[in-house]
């Protein structure tokens, strides 16, 4: 991957893989919505650039039994389950949906 391809680069977090793995401190590069590359990313740029010292960084959480059916309804951009870093959720798991 060339460098000039690199929209977004995360600077200095810690990095947790989701597959149980040692959390180590890395920069984490994504292209487009993909990540280009994990590692020491210091010579790289990108267009955009955060510290992320001192931040986690991982794959989004799934929410597996969560009651939030209708909340999805009224708001459909769930801002608090993605200040949690939930990304995806299963609904109606337990007999009942708003559906």
Known sequence: MQINQLDTILRGGQVADGLGGEVITAD????G?????????????A????????????PG?????????????IEPGSPSKIRQGVTTEITGNCGASAA
């Open 28 to 31: 984490v590069a994504i292209s």
């Open 47 to 58: 267009t955009h650039e955060f510290d992320a010292r001192g931040l986690l960084v991982c």
């Open 33 to 45: 919505d993909r990540i280009a590359a994990v590692g020491d990313l210091s010579d790289a740029t």
């Open 61 to 73: 959480f799934i929410d597996v039994h969560t009651h939030s059916d209708a909340y999805l309804l």
